[in-house]
């Protein structure tokens, strides 16, 4: 990550150009870690880092719990550092059509004027002191641990839809990573519904601790997984951690944020051992059903409510929408000592569990219409998705 650290002003004006292109990629990369509404004025900024010596282009956001850097090549007349308001620069640049661009720095004292030519035209911005940019945390670390990106991704796709959204439940908004020699565990849940993914690791080429776990926010994580799109699948992310931070590095970008804290559920303890009922069907017939469902489902309480008919071997899905209308659907099914009956759930957390499952097939097991259902694919991921039924007024 060359030229991130603290930029020592130079006695000449930065200046340097880059492509339009590349410029709104990294600018939009970097914007998300902007706070909406900074504590302080400087972090409703970018700040820019042009290095000489690397002819790379530096850009870094922050809001003081997530934080973002990210280089990329471009040709450096003159080094220098600014800060620029994001919401204003990203805007521009935008709209900007494809092309060279050139900014450069009038550094006047306190005042920071940024010339940015297209071949369009001219704007003119004026910028914060590059000092006055915080620092991102220093993560004091013996040896990063390197994960495969493909093992990162699947947890993140696994996963991250299942954290809570309310922030009164601080820490199940977000991830729990628990790492071992040979895989990686993700697990998250809203207090209705828990996904746990479980992915292999035996690429990864340092050793890591057994005992290491932490509790992500998912924000930062679905930052993390944009970054990791933008890699090659057999690249490797390092990660540092301390008592209050994590930093994930993956090639020229690098992404900080706080662990969040407090003890995750023990959520192993959640999910039954034993069923007495188990389904499998098509996953993608199961989808496309609850799809078309959900239409009325929606227009009343989202509950679609699931009837077991062993005798025909098939999955009858069901909406009664008062005032509305109702809706009927049915699948074919493969069931395993099951007990004709019914079971209602919230159905979107169904829809959520199904597409994160991602196979051909997937088994619902499940004991009673109160209790914990589990959803598994059947080959492919080793990941259990738990959902909690809804209880059906008579």
Do not use: W
Request: charged letters at 20%; a negative charge; proline letters at 5%.
């Amino acid at each position: 990550m060359g030229g991130l650290s603290q930029y020592s002003a130079p006695c000449v004006p930065m200046k340097f150009a880059c492509s339009q292109s590349d410029l709104n990629t990294n600018l939009s990369l970097v914007s998300r870690a902007v706070p909406s509404r900074p504590t302080q004025p400087v972090l409703g900024n970018v700040l820019l880092i042009a290095d000489p010596e690397t002819q790379m282009l530096s850009l870094r956001a922050f809001d003081n719990e997530l934080g973002i850097q990210t280089s990329f090549a471009v040709q450096v007349t003159a080094g220098g550092a600014v800060a620029l308001p994001a919401k204003t620069l990203g805007d521009i640049v935008a709209r900007l059509p494809e092309g060279e661009l050139a900014l450069a720095l009038d550094d006047q004292g306190d005042s920071q004027l940024v010339s940015l030519v297209s071949a369009s035209g001219r704007y003119e911005l004026r910028g914060m002191l590059a000092a006055d940019f915080p620092e991102l945390p220093v993560i004091v670390s013996d040896e990063a641990i390197a994960l495969p990106v493909e093992a990162l991704l699947e947890g993140l796709r696994s996963t991250l839809f299942a954290a809570s959204t309310e922030e009164t439940k601080q820490v199940l908004t977000g991830i729990h990573v628990k790492l071992s020699a040979a895989s990686i565990e993700f697990a998250a849940t809203d207090g209705h519904r828990l996904a746990v993914l479980e992915t292999t690791t035996e690429s990864a080429e340092t050793a890591v601790p057994e005992d290491f776990a932490a509790t992500i926010p998912a924000r930062a994580l679905r930052e993390l997984e944009r970054i990791l799109n933008l890699q090659a699948s057999d690249d490797r992310v390092e990660l540092r951690a301390d008592e209050s931070q994590v930093a994930f590095a993956a090639g020229d970008q690098l992404l900080t944020s706080r662990r969040l804290e407090g003890a995750y559920p023990a959520y192993q303890q959640l999910i039954p051992r034993q069923f007495g009922n188990q389904v499998d069907v098509d996953r993608r017939q199961f989808q496309s059903a609850l799809e078309r469902i959900a239409v009325l489902a929606e227009q009343k309480n989202n509950v679609v409510k699931c009837t077991l008919d062993s005798d025909q071997q098939v999955l009858l899905l069901s909406v009664d929408a008062q005032d509305v209308g109702s809706g009927r659907e049915s699948l074919p099914a493969q069931m395993s000592n099951a007990e004709p009956g019914n079971i209602a759930f919230n159905v979107k957390y169904l829809m959520d569990g199904l597409k994160a499952l991602g196979s051909t097939e997937i088994s619902m097991q499940l004991n009673s219409a109160t209790q914990p259902v589990i959803f598994t694919p059947l080959g492919g991921l080793k990941m259990t998705y738990l959902a909690m039924p809804v209880q059906l007024r008579d």
